[in-house]
């Protein structure tokens, strides 16, 4: 640390909440912040490496000499990837093996994974569940699998080869830059297609606005980092506002 600062890789830096992440660290002012992306930002401060999760020798390189690894990246639920379970596999799951063995090899003693508050979600109501709700034994869909599969990873590498980890279950993430939900509801609103209720009208939808999301991963470092590290390493903690908005 010869700066003084920790080293810290934000894998899908270039995304919604890595972008907010990678600021938050910034502001901070307590980080040497590295993107590993697939994709290049449009413009950035901080060192960008495009580079792949499903090549190990990139995700090598890349993590030697940090001192956290924020894994945000994933392929998403998008159109386009959703009926494409390979991919989602080969990115979710086994690219998030690929992050834990680099982070061991190279001996990067700390890992955020963002995973997310579906892991536990299978279609019934939960209304104030905490994190000792099991996972879904029937997940919504193939993605939701993957982020399962990929959190019991992370959290099954805690303490093997140096590495503590934690991760983070945010709920449907709002916020500015999000390039999915807000956009989605304005093109179906535009169409004409919002003129529909499922239900009574009255479901609850937990979100969470992306600059808390971001700030948990900067405390979940810290706390990873600081004197009872032991009390937060190999958990996962969902990361809402107070309230579920209405859906
Ligand atoms: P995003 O799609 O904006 O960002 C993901 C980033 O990962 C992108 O920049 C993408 O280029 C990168 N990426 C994809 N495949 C890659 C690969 N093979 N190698 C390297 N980089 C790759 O998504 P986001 O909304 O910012 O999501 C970030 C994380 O939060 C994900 O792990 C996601 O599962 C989780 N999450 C998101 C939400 C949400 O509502 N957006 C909710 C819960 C959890």
């Known amino acids: 640390m010869a700066s003084g600062k920790r080293r810290a890789l934000v894998t899908g830096g270039a995304g919604f909440l890595g972008q907010h992440l990678v600021q938050q660290l910034l502001d901070t002012a307590q980080y040497d912040v590295t993107i590993f ?5 449009e ?10 999760l499903r090549r190990m020798d990139q995700l090598l390189a890349a ?14 639920p998008s159109a386009e990837n959703a009926m494409n379970n390979t991919l989602m596999q080969a990115v979710n799951v086994d690219g ?4 834990i063995k680099a ?13 997310s508050a ?3 979600f299978e279609g019934k109501p939960l209304h104030m569940v905490n994190e000792d709700q099991p996972y879904a034994t029937k997940p919504m869909d193939f993605y939701t699998r993957t982020k399962i599969r990929g959190e019991q990873l992370v959290l099954a590498a805690n303490g093997q080869a140096g590495l503590s980890t934690v991760a983070l279950r945010p709920s449907g993430i709002f916020g500015e830059g999000d390039p999915i939900f807000v956009p989605t509801v304005v093109k179906q609103a535009r169409a004409g297609k919002m003129k529909f209720v499922i239900g009574n009208g009255k479901n609850l939808m937990d ?32 990361i809402t506002n107070q309230d579920p908005r209405p859906f």
């Open 43 to 52: 413009d950035s401060k901080v060192t960008v490496v495009v580079g792949d």
């Open 207 to 238: 979100w969470t606005y992306v600059g808390n999301v971001a700030q948990a991963h900067v405390q979940a470092a810290a706390a990873l980092a600081g004197p009872r590290s032991s009390r937060v390493a190999g958990r996962a903690y969902f």
């Open 37 to 41: 992306d697939i994709k290049a930002p």
């Open 118 to 120: 579906s892991v536990v």
């Open 96 to 99: 998030t093996a690929n992050i």
């Open 63 to 76: 993590v030697r000499g940090k001192d956290v690894v924020f894994h945000c990246a994933a392929a998403a």
């Open 103 to 115: 982070c061991q090899e190279a001996q990067v003693p700390h890992l955020v994974y963002t995973s």
